[in-house]
């Protein structure tokens, strides 16, 4: 089967399922429920992940394609299930059937795809990646995402990325307020560069709050003050778990701090991954996050779930529910963070130390002997030695680098980050 339409064959059916649910027949809500929980926690045990294999002249069209149709599908379900769950025609068990697969779909179907199109090059296909946001009150996430989190990533300067050792609980408020503001910083810089107000008119905010404004009064007008209230409980379960997803992707992986005072380039290992056989379809490859990140101008198709990149132990889908029981996860996740960060942080001190003893060499015949330690000393520890507790946050670090240099195609750090996460 063509790649592609092992992502159709997989996206599609939920949401033509929810669509019939929410206007022919409320049964066919628990069909879909089945198949974004149990189908998808099966397959993935009996399918092989998927490897890149593809045509890109063939592909892409299709890809943005399917793209696009999940998106207005998006559009299409959110007033179809304000409608049914407002209507009385639907028993309790459907409604809430209904109302918890929609709210799964636009999590892990509708945010990756949204997501996706947000990255895309055609003014047309950012803005309706920007549309699936904004209709859930969530389209400040277009900004902080595109301009925040992919700059600074790794470091306290996002917001999306955990500190080490938070719960997710904690993390949730921070994380949600935190972007919301961090997003608006950086729209605010960008207009200033164009000699322009805060409050000028091209500041998207406008946009993200009154696109949101306007999906709650078409929502009210279609299905009443009850879709109203239908409107804002997704658009908050659709919240969580955007930010659910950044949190089982980036826990405790953190960028070091290089003898230079610059933070280390974006690499694969800041990232975590999760290959599997059906989730990375339904998710739209959003598991291969390593690659998004070193490569987020690239379609999701042409993303390579098998990289050697730091993987997760089990699928997206099931880490956020573990991510849930703060105990559990960090039973479950912080030695493998802690052995990442300490492969990572012992390849940068062979190479600092191997620059020295060059560099030493040249200037003299005999160079004094250069003691690793001194140079370990110079990386960042309270990220690479140990997680540090929830109760004991990080100092703040020095601001990332406006234009770091690129990273070497290292795979001896891969090597060892891989053995690390085993």
Known sequence: MPVIARYAAITLPPLALLLLAGTTWGGFAYVALIWLTLVTAIADKLLEPPHLTIDEEEIIPWS??????????????????????TSGTLTFGQSIALFVATASFFGQVSHPNAHELIHRGPLALRALGAAVYTSIGFGHHVSAHRLVHH?????????????????????????????????????????????????HITNPYWIWLGGALVSLVLVTMAAGIGGA?????????????????????????QRLILPNGRFEPVAAHHSWNAPKGFSTYLMMNAPAHSEHHMHPDRSY??????????????SMPVMAMIAMVPSAWHKMMDRRALAVMEAAEAVHVEAAHAEVA?????????????????????LAPQTARKATPPEAKPQAAPAPAQNPAPADDDAELLKQIRAATQ
Request: hydrophobic letters at 40%.
């Open 151 to 199: 700059r600074h990533v790794g470091t306290e300067a996002d917001p999306s990325t955990p500190l080490p050792g938070e719960p997710f609980w904690e993390y949730l408020p921070r994380a949600w307020r935190g972007s919301f503001e961090a997003g608006i910083v950086s729209e605010v810089e960008k207009l200033e560069h164009k000699g322009r107000g805060p409050n």
């Open 64 to 85: 943005e394609t399917l793209s696009v149709g999940l998106a207005l599908g998006h559009l299409l379900l959110l007033i179809s299930t304000a409608i049914a769950l």
């Open 358 to 378: 060059r560099a030493a060499a040249q200037a003299s015949p005999d160079p004094s002997p250069i003691r690793p330690n001194e140079l370990r000393d110079q």
């Open 301 to 314: 198709e042409q993303l390579d779930p098998q990289a050697d990149v730091p993987t997760l132990p089990l």
């Open 229 to 253: 209230l239908v409107l804002i409980s997704l658009g908050a379960l659709t919240g969580v778990q955007i930010l659910m997803s950044d949190y089982v992707q980036h826990y405790g992986l």
